[in-house]
């Protein structure tokens, strides 16, 4: 599934063909995706100039002159093509510029969703009114951390893919920053100490960085909007490397399956 890294690749993707740009032809060429498609898409943005693309969490956004933003999330299998040399079946959403751009949404499972709303609504939205920060942004604090796990029990890996505590992190980018920080993913949240938080808050945006300058991680269908593959994953430190070495101390790297997510650490280091 595409995750932060890999939403924010896209739209970094987007945005030189689309931001300022008028939309002379909207198409979606199906109903639903996830779940409906608003049916008054077409006659909302056709004409319309986009003025601004962001990340909200796994969401893109694209702004639009009409006080509109549009929101995509991308599933299992999504991603976005730019200047695509043929529409395919999988195409399900096509935007036109008046540059003569076309962006093409595929997502071959459907898992994927868009919405149409009026944009001062955006963090009213139920998917967004609980999220917590943006583990890029500045809010993301060891004190803050701190009061967030204060107590807890459940694994600290659990906890952070908690979308309430932060927005946006997955299964493969908590592995690999709790291997940065040195910390045992099955450790209860409120037994962190506070030298292996702020390790933690450090290890969080410097994973994620990485991922975005790599172009994110290419598993199964992801490709960035230009159609190249992101390289992200030849650097995993654990994350799909059972029974090889950690890159800290050589120590072997475990797995174990919880709620059909894999957990990859090393027990040598990650204590």
């Known amino acids: 599934m595409p995750e932060l890294p890999e939403v924010e690749t896209t739209v970094r993707g987007l945005r030189p063909v689309l931001e300022g740009q008028r939309l002379t032809r909207v198409e979606a060429r199906r109903a639903d995706l996830r779940r409906a498609i608003p049916p008054d898409l077409r006659q909302r943005l056709t004409g319309a100039t986009v003025t601004q693309l962001g990340r909200r969490a796994k969401y893109g956004l694209i702004g639009t002159d009409r006080g509109d933003t549009l929101i995509f999330h991308l599933g299992m299998s999504g991603r976005w093509r730019i200047d695509p040399g043929e529409i395919g079946k999988h195409d399900h959403l096509l935007l036109e510029t008046e540059a003569g751009h076309v962006l093409a949404l595929n997502d071959p499972r459907r898992f994927g969703s868009l919405d149409l709303v009026p944009t001062a609504t955006v963090e009213d939205l139920p998917a967004f009114r609980a999220l917590g920060p943006e583990p890029l942004g500045p809010a993301l604090t060891v004190a803050y951390l701190s009061g967030k796990l204060d107590g807890r029990i459940a694994p600290i890996k659990l906890l952070l893919l908690d979308q309430r505590v932060v927005a946006g992190l997955g299964n493969i980018y908590v592995c690999e920053a709790l291997n940065l920080a040195r910390i045992d993913p099955r450790k209860p949240g409120g037994g962190i100490s506070t030298p292996a938080l702020k390790r933690l808050v450090a290890a969080i945006p410097d994973v994620l960085d990485a991922a975005i300058e790599a172009g994110g ?26 029974g090889k070495q950690c890159p800290y101390d050589k120590g072997i790297i475990q797995r174990q399956v919880d709620g059909g997510r894999s957990t990859f650490w090393c027990p040598k280091c990650q204590r």
């Open 217 to 242: 991680s290419t598993l199964r269908d992801y490709a960035r909007p230009d159609g190249e593959l992101g390289y992200f994953s030849k650097q995993f430190r654990v994350y799909g490397r059972e």
